[in-house]
């Protein structure tokens, strides 16, 4: 979250003028809480502070609006996205969005608002649609996204599985992150040593740890109890 939906929306308005920038989380209070760290980078680095205008027209917790005319503004995942046009389109945890029934978005629910507010938000304007998220479970959104070819997707683990990034069968786990690393070792030892991760996986449990941090929602399609 930090690199994708602040970082490349800082980086866009930086080398842009007059474009619009859209952060979408699953709740109202997320998608703010994007919007605060990316206005306190604004605010923060004095490389930045320039795109703030002395006396802006809009600088409040769901939109603000810059010295070259870019605009970021958040909503919440619902119908409301309706009627906005923009360049980027950033989506937060999509593995969580739900329907209007409350249910996450996967095979039966699947279009109900993703593919007519959200898609569309961005493509009605030739821009880009940016999603991040842990995935869920083999049929949820961010899966199927990966599989869809008009996507491009790339899956990171906290190890590196030579089964998954050296697996010409699962090419979205290609990465150069992963080259001159061992079985097992550590892909972000500075955040996440070693021992920081073995701990983790004794404490949530080995299936939770999959998921969470090996992003490896396949061996749960195919469990009793699917999620």
Same mark, same amino acid.
């Given at each position: 979250?930090?690199?994708?939906?602040?970082?490349?929306?800082?980086?866009?308005?930086?080398?842009? &003028?007059?474009?619009?920038?859209?952060?979408?989380?699953?709740?109202?209070?997320?998608? *703010?809480?994007?919007?605060?760290?990316?206005?306190?980078?604004?605010?923060?680095?004095?490389?930045?502070?320039?795109?703030?205008?002395?006396?802006?027209?809009?600088?409040?917790?769901?939109?603000?609006?810059?010295?070259?005319?870019?605009?970021?503004?958040?909503?919440?995942?619902?119908?409301?996205?309706?009627?906005?046009?923009?360049?980027?389109?950033?989506?937060?945890?999509?593995?969580?969005?739900?329907?209007?029934?409350?249910? %996450?978005?996967?095979?039966?629910?699947?279009?109900?608002?993703?593919?007519?507010?959200? @898609?569309? %938000?961005?493509?009605?304007?030739?821009?880009? #649609? @940016?999603? @991040?998220?842990?995935?869920?479970?083999?049929?949820?959104?961010?899966?199927?996204?990966?599989?869809?070819?008009?996507?491009?997707?790339?899956?990171?683990?906290? &190890?590196?599985?030579?089964?998954?990034?050296?697996?010409?069968?699962?090419?979205?786990?290609?990465? *150069?992150?992963?080259?001159? #690393?061992?079985?097992?070792?550590?892909?972000?030892?500075?955040?996440?040593? @070693?021992?920081?991760?073995?701990? /983790?996986?004794?404490?949530?449990?080995?299936?939770?740890?999959?998921?969470?941090?090996?992003?490896?929602?396949?061996?749960?399609?195919?469990? /009793?109890?699917?999620?």
């Amino acid at each position: 979250t930090i690199i994708l939906a602040i970082g490349i929306p800082i980086w866009f308005v930086f080398f842009n &003028q007059n474009k619009q920038v859209l952060i979408v989380s699953n709740t109202d209070d997320q998608a *703010k809480k994007i919007l605060t760290r990316i206005k306190t980078q604004l605010e923060s680095n004095e490389l930045l502070k320039w795109l703030i205008p002395n006396k802006p027209d809009v600088w409040n917790k769901s939109e603000v609006t810059l010295n070259n005319g870019c605009t970021i503004f958040c909503k919440p995942y619902n119908i409301n996205l309706r009627g906005e046009h923009v360049s980027i389109t950033v989506c937060d945890e999509v593995s969580q969005y739900k329907d209007g029934s409350g249910k %996450r978005v996967h095979d039966k629910t699947h279009g109900t608002l993703f593919e007519r507010y959200v @898609i569309t %938000r961005a493509t009605a304007k030739g821009g880009k #649609l @940016i999603g @991040i998220t842990t995935a869920y479970s083999a049929t949820d959104l961010a899966m199927k996204m990966i599989a869809n070819p008009a996507f491009k997707g790339k899956i990171y683990m906290a &190890q590196k599985k030579s089964a998954f990034v050296d697996n010409p069968d699962t090419p979205e786990f290609h990465s *150069k992150i992963y080259e001159g #690393l061992k079985e097992d070792d550590p892909v972000f030892p500075d955040v996440y040593p @070693i021992e920081k991760l073995m701990t /983790i996986r004794n404490t949530i449990g080995h299936l939770a740890y999959d998921r969470e941090f090996l992003s490896n929602v396949l061996t749960h399609a195919d469990s /009793i109890f699917p999620p």
